[in-house]
């Protein structure tokens, strides 16, 4: 059995500084994803893909430490976030216009397989209602701007609107994929004022 592994500490993808805006470069990575649309805090089916997502990702880490003798801790949740319209996320925060999804990591050595194996084991309990909307994919970023944000969702406005306007296009970039979230901090344990999220957005050169 080698040391359980902890991501967030091995991987840089899962560092950022607070009020300093950064170029990384973000390899391949596989994800357990599943999709949605709505406002985040009223949605049910927000909470459901919480509810399938978490399940299979620690059916997947049991078989991996039982299996392989790799061990590790189940990563942040993240979440790709997008709209028609992404003023929707700087300036009038329309939460009802978002789509999403949201993932967890799941180390490259763990293969299709392996996962139809977790998805069985859980469906074989108590199967989540939108266990079957679960996904094994991979998500190549490659470069991206990132910083950490501390506060309330709903004050990450203001830092998207320097992140997109003046910091992407002034270093000669220009955005492409997805907006990236990464959320450090439990907000069922954590005060809206202290929760940490990473805000990524992968660009290309202008």
Known sequence: MTDKIDFRKAFVGYRAKHGVLEVVDVPEMQYLMIDGRGDPNTAPEYLEAIQALYPVAYAVRAASKRELGRD???????????????????????????????????????????????????????????????RLAVLHEGRCVQTLHIGSFDDEG?????????????????????????????????????????????????
């Open 72 to 134: 590790y801790v189940v990563p942040p949740l993240e979440g790709l976030w997008w709209s028609e319209d992404m003023g929707a996320f700087t300036t009038a925060r329309d939460t009802s216009r978002w789509s999403w999804t949201l993932m967890l990591m799941t180390p490259d050595w763990i293969d299709h397989t392996m996962f139809d194996a977790a998805l069985a084991a859980v469906a074989a309990s108590k199967a989540p209602t939108r266990l079957g909307e679960v």
């Open 158 to 206: 203001p830092v998207l609107e320097a992140m997109h306007r003046d910091f992407i296009p002034g270093h000669g970039l220009r955005m492409t994929g997805t907006h990236h979230e990464i959320y450090l901090s439990d907000p069922r344990r954590v005060e809206a004022a202290r929760l940490r999220t990473i805000l990524r957005q992968p660009v290309v050169p202008a």
